[in-house]
């Protein structure tokens, strides 16, 4: 897959909450079309880089750039359009319906005296046809398994319409069979034009599914490249410390890290 | 979608189970009215007597109960939705004992009579909603934050209170403590056109600012994700709460539970997602209406209303502390 020049692009960024500063310096320009994929060990800054893609945390220098222009000076809905968010934490309020609650991220392509229209009732039946949950539509969000609650959650960010979908860590919490079907999932849309950008713990989700892959550590980017460049044994040993064989990935060929045993 | 019609048909049941209720009180009294008599009174002025008792010496009242239930209901849904916690409502969080902070120090420092005692306690409310919105203010105000800081605020208000009124005089306390009890005994036909005028120009506002507040639910990711001025929509909503609660506050007197009980009540009969904006006031005119006629006419010596509603609302919270630790 060949990377098209970037619409979003973090520049020269200065990351951080109150004092504490998270990261220094960081750039970042997302390939246009692909599925990037950002690891790194826990506290490595990778969900604070892509809270600062989605406007969610305001840079203390440097800025992030939507089509030309500094995502700042977007009005909030243009840009929730244009980038749509899976975060780490939502809540539901009380008694939501699957249907009500993806209908809510419609809300940037309403105004408040056109509230609903049948463009948005048509863009979360699809949303829900994407992600397989038509049949819950009417269930309560409360009722419903962690697996397909999760699902919920992508079909209100998808509902959204928004060309590129930054996820924070959208697997966590989920069972293994949840967790490839939720990736195949965001796979399946990016064949579909939709530029992804997944904060990942899993090394080997990255691999398989990424088209880039952006290494962090300590707040700054180690490798960023395609997963063949980048999942490498030194590499993971050098941002994660692990020490690691890197093999083939038998049924799909791209790389597969496998932890080395302690030697005895 | 048959949710939402649903949640529609229950709404304006409720709302009509409100009017019914408020015409079967225009009856009510020394001299007895049946529902026919009522309407016909209402609608034709040569009825004559029965015209001068529903219209000027009932109608005030019963509207005025109406119209503060509503707001009260209605504020009590945008405070808890704001703090996502149904303990959140603006008279567990410091705003009627600090708008009768403000009534006390008008009336009993001083030396005001009632319309000082008004405009004490829409300072001493907003006074009282500032000082909170600003100690729980840290990169944002957090709904349990907000909850913490109120029930602290309003036990140093309520210290400050007992205090004003113990070194007051005697027949000044006693005025200000009858104010304190929130009673519909005083109101006229002027109060209920303030009342109505504040509630139809808070509902003119919350349609511009209503759909941020069912994205505010979501959480603050959620709603700056989808394009929502986090900050701004919660300090609009917080000024629209404020001043739906501060107006009856103003000239009634603090009428405690309705906020907290209204929102919760319209939520379980709607089944609505969230607390329902029209619903909690449909329910608190309702309930208010009904708590000022027990006030009235069922209990010796016309108690205020205030007093039933507190009774009423501790019960409620009795089994509402009880159903959240049960939850636990």
Sequence with gaps: MSSSPAR???????????????????????????????????????????????????????????????????PPKDFARQVGLLPQTASAPDGITVRELVGRGRFPHQTWWRPSTSEDAAAVDLALEQTDTTALADRRVDELSGGQRQRVWVAMALAQQAGILLLDEPTTFLDIAHQVELMDLFAALNRRGVTVVAVLHDLNHAARYASHVIAMRDGQIRASGVAREVVTAHLVEEVFGLRCVVIDDPETGTPLVVPRAPSL | ??????????????????????????????????????????????????????????????????????????????????????????DVIGFSTG?????????????????GATVGAIVGGLGTAAIVYVLAFRQGVLGFRLVVVGVGVTAMMSALNTWLLMRAQLEVALGAAIWGAGSFSLTNATDAWVLGGTLLLATATLRAVAPSLRQ????????RAHGVRVEPARLALLVI???????????????????????????????????????????????LVLADGVAQHALPGGVPVGTVTVVIGGCYLVWLLAAETRRR
């Design chain 1, 8 to 74: 979003l692009v973090a520049e020269e960024l200065t990351l951080g909450y109150e004092r504490r500063i998270v990261a220094e310096n960081l750039s970042v320009a997302v390939p246009d079309g692909g599925f990037t994929a950002i690891v790194g060990p826990n506290a490595c800054g990778k969900s604070t880089l892509l809270r600062a893609l989605a406007r969610l945390l305001s840079p203390k220098a440097g800025t992030v750039v939507l089509d030309g222009r500094a995502a700042g000076d977007h």
């Design chain 2, 1 to 90: 979608m048959n949710t939402l019609l649903r949640t529609r048909a229950a709404t304006t049941l409720l709302l009509s189970v409100a009017l019914v209720a408020a015409i079967v009180m225009l009856g009510l009294g020394d001299y007895p009215m049946s529902v026919p008599q009522v309407v016909r009174a209402l609608v034709d002025p040569s009825t004559g007597f029965d015209h001068t008792v529903v219209v000027e010496w009932r109608l005030p009242r019963v509207v005025s109960a109406l119209l503060v239930g509503a707001c009260l209901g209605v504020s009590g849904a945008i405070f808890q939705s704001l703090t996502a916690n149904p303990l959140g409502s603006p």
């Design chain 2, 99 to 115: 708008a009768y902070t403000g009534a006390l120090i008008a009336m009993t420092v001083l030396g005001l009579g009632l319309g």
């Design chain 2, 216 to 223: 505010l639910e979501l959480g603050d990711d959620t709603s």
């Design chain 2, 241 to 287: 709460g404020v001043v739906l609660v501060a107006v009856p506050t103003a000239l009634v007197g603090p009428i405690a539970f309705i906020a907290l009980a209204a929102p919760q009540v319209a939520a379980r009969i709607t089944r609505s997602a969230g607390l329902p904006l029209i619903a909690s006031a449909a329910v608190g005119a309702l309930v």
